[in-house]
């Protein structure tokens, strides 16, 4: 297959305006501003509302990518969505998100691959352009994690934040310009690494699930931590290899915004130096499959990725999932 086939069109994002900082956690449980801080790099993150449901934050975002490619939502072939905290879990959340934003003409479906979402998103849709199936194609990263975090686990509650952004992708218009290469890989022998058991068929809603805290997000912190930097450096050379290119080519990498010494550790394992790595976890802490676009969409606005810059998007999480992908602006 010859690349490019697809580029990402404009970009957009929606943050909830609620922050939470550490000194919020200092009230719930024994921790501190500066072990925060110190451990993950986070200083804040962001609480949506009620209202702010991941059908509305996402559907806002849309919205606006849309009105800068200067389309209606009726314009739209396809809504590939990557999240892991659903508003409910049927229909999918891409329904959701497509009935609310009035995209009657799209396609509309889940991939779930945890905080890597986003990515393997990206390259179905690729898929879908390259066989033709759709051409204006709305992949969304859109998280709810506070609500499914677990407040008497001091170790996970302070990681999550919540937030939505989204790509309009679409079939490359020049041979240079676009997707140049993508890497996906699974490892489900360690789902028991970072795993929510509760509310499917497994352990219905009852007194196991109730008992076990099932519903929210467990995770083995230092075990994830170590894969993570070593499954995150191999992604990034592996898409470069494949797009025939060097670190030296990279103009700015994009990691999946989980935690800074994560960010710190891939990079340098992966050659990259630090001022051409995109940081906004102190920001919003760890916004699951939104995390890539969100930064994605700060990047492009703060003029840190212009036309035929070289973008490398590494992401990582639950499955464990990781994926990278290699884009020419
Ligand atoms: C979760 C994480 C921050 C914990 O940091 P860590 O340095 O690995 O800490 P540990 O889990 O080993 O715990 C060390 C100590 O800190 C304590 N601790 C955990 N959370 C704490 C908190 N919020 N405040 C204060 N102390 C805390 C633990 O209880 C433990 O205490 P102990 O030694 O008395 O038992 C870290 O493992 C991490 O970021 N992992 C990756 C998580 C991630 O990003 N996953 C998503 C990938 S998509």
New binding site residues.
């Given amino acids: 297959m010859k690349r490019p086939i697809a580029e990402f069109g404009p970009t957009a994002c929606y943050i909830p305006t609620k922050v939470a900082t550490n000194a919020d956690?200092e009230q719930m449980f024994?921790?501190?501003d500066e072990?925060?801080l110190e451990?993950?790099g986070i200083r804040e993150r962001h609480w949506a509302s009620d209202e702010e449901t991941i059908a509305f934050m996402a559907t806002e975002a849309s919205k606006r990518a849309l009105d800068e490619a200067g389309l209606t939502p009726e314009d739209v072939d396809a809504i590939v969505v990557g999240t892991a905290s659903w508003d409910r879990l049927l229909p999918s959340q891409a329904c959701d998100i497509q009935a609310v934003l009035g995209a009657t003409n799209a396609a509309a479906f889940d991939v779930g691959a945890a905080?890597s979402g986003f990515l393997y998103a990206v390259s179905v849709a690729e898929g879908m352009i390259a066989s033709g199936t759709g051409e204006q194609i709305l992949v969304i990263g859109a998280e709810r994690l506070t609500r499914i975090a677990d407040y008497t686990d001091?170790?996970?509650a302070?990681?999550f934040g919540d937030g939505a952004g989204v790509v309009l992708m679409r079939p490359a218009t020049d041979g240079t310009r676009g997707i140049l290469s993508i890497y996906l890989k699974t490892d489900g022998r360690l789902g028991d690494l970072?795993y929510r058991s509760g509310g499917g068929s497994l352990q219905p809603p009852g007194e196991v699930m109730e008992r076990e805290h099932g519903y929210f997000i467990k995770?083995a912190?230092?075990e994830?931590?170590k894969h993570?930097v070593r499954l995150m450096a191999d992604a990034c050379d592996q898409a470069l290899r494949r797009a025939g290119l060097t670190v030296d080519d990279i103009d700015l990498l994009i990691p999946?915004q989980?935690?800074i010494r994560?960010i710190e550790a891939t990079a340098k394992r992966a050659g990259i130096p630090k001022e051409k790595v995109y940081i906004n976890v102190d920001r919003f802490g760890?916004t699951?499959a939104a995390s890539i676009p969100i930064a994605l969409d700060e990047a492009v606005r703060a003029g840190r990725i212009g036309p035929g810059s070289i973008v490398l998007l590494v992401a990582?999480?639950?499955g464990l999932t990781w994926a990278s992908i290699v884009i020419r602006w």
């Fill in positions: 956690f024994d921790t501190s072990w925060i451990r993950t905080c001091r170790s996970t302070i990681l970072l995770m912190g230092r994830v931590f993570a999946h989980a935690n994560i760890n699951s990582f999480g639950g």
